[in-house]
């Protein structure tokens, strides 16, 4: 993306992690924040019940690295004269304002269009930009988990009440994902046609992809998945179920189709005189006395801790998983042999900060970008960059319009 300019009027997660994703990739990402609050996003203190170091605070690092940032109030007609330079140059126009606020501050497509009819203007909503409901706003907790039917799928039926998402921002940072595929497509087709588009990902559309298959299955069916108590296993294969081990730890079988792994598995699970057994020596009676199969793999799980079954079972030809938290993962062997965790500066002078690497690499290559901007860090600089002379800066910034 190195050469392309996105120009990014948004807050929150959903849609500035799209641009962290281009600028990951190599793009000249620049936020535009207003000029006294920056932000909104800045001003949380509380993430899932955490107090939140606004020096060192993850819902900005994460979607806004490697961009720079730029104070503009584009209520003020001044505001909108420098964000109409901006545009100029630009090759994306990124925004989740709503559909009002963008009217009311003139950066809806058709304004944008006027200064820049290439552009191409991407759009990130609640529920998309068409229908009764275009101009409601929204978060990845109402449109993604609670509207969509994710979070119904994944609470048990039995707890009689409804999970809470327990992940900030889940959504918001597959949907930007979503985005940031769909604008490499536009440029692409801009670069074969000439001709350019818009582009609309919502957080309802993305949860129904990301859930594509069972939701298909119920329109299919009429019904629906529901995640099972921990103590529920009920599979009709032993191999594919969670395990309690002697600790309190949890390991995830899920040999999908144990056609040649029978005797490996029973093997390595300490069980070797299963795999002559007829009960389970073959897929079909495998099946037929799932419950007994599970019954005993539970016992013999639950005879020793997680972290024998966590180094045992690596050298295991079947599928299987330790069921890890968030913190486990940054010092998983396979995540940091992957680059999946990157050091930027921290904005507070302290320690590198860690943040994650998008899910695209690129030739293997470790990602190199930078950490995220102050507010209005770069206004003198983008605006320098343009030809606006200091003194119009100096005027821009005494009647308000920039920071």
């Not at 990951?24 to 924040?33: P, Y």
């Not at 275009?134 to 048990?156: E, K, M, N, Y």
Request: negative net charge.
């Amino acid at each position: 993306m190195q050469g392309v300019r996105v120009l990014e009027v948004a807050q929150f997660t959903f849609v500035p992690a799209a641009g962290a994703i281009l600028a990951d990739w190599g793009a000249d990402v620049i936020k535009v924040e207003h000029p006294l609050r920056g932000d909104t996003q800045r001003g949380f203190i509380n993430m899932g019940g955490f107090q939140l170091d606004p020096d060192r605070h993850p819902l900005i690092e994460h979607p806004n690295r490697g961009k720079r940032s730029v104070g503009i109030d584009v209520s003020t007609p001044g505001g909108q004269e420098v964000l109409y330079e901006i545009a100029k140059t630009a090759d994306v126009f990124l925004t989740n304002y709503l559909p009002a606020q963008r009217q009311k501050n003139k950066f809806d497509v058709e304004h944008i269009r006027a200064v820049n009819p290439n552009i191409i203007y991407a759009r990130g909503s609640a529920y998309g930009d068409k229908g009764p409901e275009r101009d409601t706003g929204g978060f990845d907790g109402t449109a993604f988990w609670t509207r969509s039917g994710v979070g119904h799928a994944l609470t048990p039926e039995a707890i009689n009440g409804a999970l809470s998402q327990g992940i900030p921002a889940f959504g918001d940072s597959i949907g930007g994902m979503n985005i940031a595929g769909g604008i490499a497509a536009a440029l692409f087709h801009r670069e074969r046609t000439g001709e350019t588009c818009e582009i609309d990902v919502s957080l309802l559309s993305t949860a129904w992809w990301a859930a594509g298959a069972s939701v298909t299955q119920g329109m299919e069916t009429g019904e629906t998945m529901r995640s099972l108590m921990p103590d529920d296993i009920t599979s009709v294969n032993p191999f594919m179920a969670n395990y309690r081990t002697s600790d309190g730890g949890t390991i995830n079988l899920c040999i999908v189709s144990p056609t040649g792994y029978i005797r490996d598995a029973f093997e390595h699970l300490g069980l070797p005189e299963l795999a002559d057994d007829p009960r389970f020596s073959d897929v079909l009676p495998l099946i037929e006395n799932a419950s007994e199969g599970v019954e005993l793999i539970a016992k013999a799980i639950g005879s020793k801790p997680f972290e024998y079954w966590r180094q045992h079972l690596k050298t295991m030809k079947g599928q299987w998983a330790p069921f890890q938290s968030l913190v486990d993962l940054a010092t998983d062997d396979q995540a940091v042999a992957n680059d999946m965790i990157v050091e930027v500066e921290a904005a507070d002078g302290g320690k590198p900060f860690k943040v994650v690497r998008g899910p695209v690499q690129f030739n293997h290559e470790p990602l190199e970008t930078t950490r995220a901007p102050q507010a209005s860090e770069h206004t003198e600089i983008v605006l320098m960059e343009l030809g606006i002379d200091w003194d119009r800066i100096e005027e821009l910034k005494d009647s308000g319009a920039i920071a």
